[in-house]
């Protein structure tokens, strides 16, 4: 016995009924097979999932249950729609909406597994760690190409959606055939689109930018906090945020303070009197370092840059393992620096100096007690 012959006679069982009724009758037994025959395959599957190791097709299966169950549900209507007594007019347009609908649930489920794929890669690098730069590195890299990929899908399913559309089909064949003026509005306004996402691709593979980078763009301190697929968020050192544009770190200078390593060296100035002696400062400033757990123990040096007309100049350099522990220890060297000089060497700071010399016909009232002469006519 097939399905014609099944749903014929429950259909003569249901003589009284009109045909609506018994439509949607059968398409709510359909639903309940769908729903019923989705569950045991989704445990049988569970128990086949159990006995080996596997990382991506279980969360898979979680995260796309529920899809996977519309799925079900909507061949299942698409049959019934086929067996109910309902007119050419009518099978036809439900069907068709079931198809639309079945389109979109296939995306669905392919932004899913994109997003499972993508975690379960980042899953084994770690970006909380110090040294965080491969983790960085990869980390640019899926979000990315994840972002690329998830617009691809967005826009080939809405595509296929459209396509069975007679009418909208038949427009989108008329425009092309005709190119002209619409053709080229339209590709005009993709142009932004397409050329933000192949600057993402660029960006992922050449990676001049990764996610938490240190950056001075447009003069502004900050680290890139996101990279999406047409724009970055850059957080300025003062919690705001700046919003770029992907094609902007193609096509503009900016500074990375992290490309190749999150370690920098930084510098310190400071301006001293010519008395000032340098070697106590030198060993003021090792102890200094020594004693700061900022320090990353590469590089300390002090040397005398600059002699100006009233003070010599004075570079520090100091290492640290990162931006931010660089600045705090430059601020740090900088004020200890500075009592030092104020507490040790009073004469090390920076002074005028201004020297009198007596003119020819002056006496000193200590050397003469007559009253002083008058300038020289």
Known sequence: M?????????????AWAPPWLFSLVLMALAVVLAVTLHSLVVRLVQRGLKKKEDAFWRPLLVRTRKPGRLAMVVVALGVAADLSPLTREQTSLVQHILLVLFIGLIGWAMLTATEIAAALYLRRYRVDVEDNLLARKHLTQVRILQQAVRVLIIILTTGLALMTIPQVRQWGVSLLAAGGAAGLIVGLALQPLLTNLIAGIQIAMT?????????????EWGRIEEINATYVVVKLWDERRMVLPLTYFLQNPFQNWTRNSAALTGAVMLYVDYTTPLEPVRQRLKELVENSPLWDRRTVVLQVTDARERTMELRILVSAADSGRLFDLRCEVREKLIAFLRDNFQGALPRDRLELAALEGWTSRDEDDEPRRSLPQ
């Open 2 to 14: 097939n399905l014609h012959t099944l749903v014929a006679d429950l259909q003569r069982s249901f």
């Open 207 to 219: 990676q001049p930018i990764r996610i938490d980078d240190a950056v001075i763009v447009e003069s």
